[in-house]
């Protein structure tokens, strides 16, 4: 009997760590009255963008993940956006890497972080089996990485579409190209083939298609440690014409370890940047800032046929606030 209830007494434990970060129904209802300024549209979809996030827990890791399930039930989300450096400091080695476990699985647990999550590689990434986070598209439900770079369209309302894209901006960087031996198999990329093809999948005519979002690791334009660090200005030099051209609405990215949200007034997209997963580094402003801070958090996005509503949210150490909020109308 003694035994009995020592096993009862671990299952229950067990299923407290697990799923302590979810929050009870009737703290949810106080939350949802709190931020009303968060709104679910009816006629839309709902996602997320985090970044830079996988340290096993530490950090702000644990308090932006159980926010991240609250946000997602008061939107009714549909799915989320990583920009890349998924797990640190060397990516996983295979898809048995504990990490998996340790830096995901126990980490975003609230059963709407279960909807897909479309996954961009980061620098931090390739330090490690890169293979790996593609094959673990077959193990996980919900991580999704067919291949390094790859699109998802995925239905707003009424036979109007979003054009996602998901890209690996790591090729694009030319001092990762000189250290082969520590981002594994990366001259192996070509960049003029993803450019190729990012430009190909824009080129549609598709009249369903009614928003473009690209989503990749490194930034056109920064105010915080890589302000003007040469990969800025690479990545920059590469992605903003065909951007402009093909009139992208918006680009998420990472990289930077904050939270910003930049657009230059002769650019057609908006760039949001959501890299405060976890560890966190000095933010800062830059031309066409429109937001900027180093808090813990990720952004929240909904989307209509008509109207993209970006939420800045910040973690705290029992609740979170929406810091910021943007919209983007057709």
């Given at each position: 009997m003694k035994y009995t209830n020592f096993l009862s007494l671990l299952f229950f434990l067990t299923i407290s760590l697990v799923y302590g970060q979810e929050r009870p129904d009737?703290?949810?209802n106080q939350i949802t009255h709190h931020h009303q300024d968060l709104k679910q549209e009816i006629d839309?979809?709902?996602?997320?963008?985090?970044?830079?996030?996988?340290?096993?827990?530490?950090?702000?890791?644990?308090?932006?993940?159980?926010?991240?399930?609250?946000?997602?039930?008061?939107?009714?989300?549909?799915?989320?956006?990583?920009?890349?450096?998924?797990?640190?400091?060397?990516?996983?080695?295979?898809?048995?890497?504990?990490?998996?476990?340790?830096?995901?699985?126990?980490i975003y647990t609230h059963h709407l972080l279960h909807e897909p999550?479309?996954?961009?590689?980061?620098?931090?990434?390739?330090?490690?089996?890169?293979?790996?986070?593609i094959d673990?598209?077959?193990?996980?439900?919900?991580?999704?990485?067919p291949n390094r770079y790859f699109e998802r369209l995925i239905e707003i309302d009424n036979d109007q579409y979003l054009q996602l894209l998901v890209i690996d901006t790591n090729p694009m960087v030319s001092k990762y190209l000189k250290e082969p031996e520590?981002?594994?198999?990366?001259?192996?990329?070509?960049?003029?083939?993803?450019?190729?093809?990012?430009?190909?999948?824009?080129?549609?005519?598709?009249?369903?298609?009614?928003?473009?979002?690209?989503?990749?690791?490194?930034?056109?334009?920064?105010g915080g440690k890589r302000k003007t660090a040469k990969e800025t200005q690479e990545i920059q030099h590469l992605l903003e014409p065909v951007?402009?051209?093909?009139?992208?609405?918006?680009?998420?990215?990472?990289?930077?370890?904050?939270?910003?949200?930049?657009?230059r007034n002769n650019k057609p997209f908006t760039q949001f940047l959501s890299g405060a997963g976890s560890e966190l580094r000095e933010s800062g402003r830059t031309e066409g800032t429109l937001f900027a801070d180093a808090v813990p958090g990720f952004m929240a996005f909904t989307l209509t046929n008509k109207v993209l509503t970006a939420y800045v949210?910040?973690?705290?150490?029992?609740?979170?606030k929406v810091i910021y909020k943007n919209k983007i109308t057709k």
């Open positions: 009737h703290a949810l839309g979809i709902a996602f997320l963008a985090i970044g830079d996030f996988g340290r096993h827990g530490a950090f702000t890791q644990k308090e932006v993940a159980r926010d991240m399930g609250t946000v997602a039930e008061i939107l009714d989300l549909n799915f989320t956006v990583s920009v890349g450096d998924n797990f640190y400091p060397t990516g996983v080695q295979s898809t048995q890497d504990y990490q998996w476990i340790s830096s995901f699985e126990s999550w479309f996954v961009a590689l980061g620098n931090h990434d390739y330090e490690g089996n890169v293979q790996a986070q673990y598209s077959n193990v996980s439900r919900r991580w999704e990485m520590k981002y594994l198999g990366i001259n192996d990329q070509s960049t003029q083939e993803q450019l190729k093809w990012i430009e190909d999948k824009l080129s549609t005519t598709n009249p369903k298609i009614v928003w473009r979002i690209v989503v990749g690791h490194h930034p056109l334009y920064s951007f402009e051209k093909h009139k992208v609405d918006a680009y998420i990215c990472g990289h930077e370890h904050d939270l910003q949200i930049i657009k949210i910040q973690s705290q150490k029992n609740d979170f």
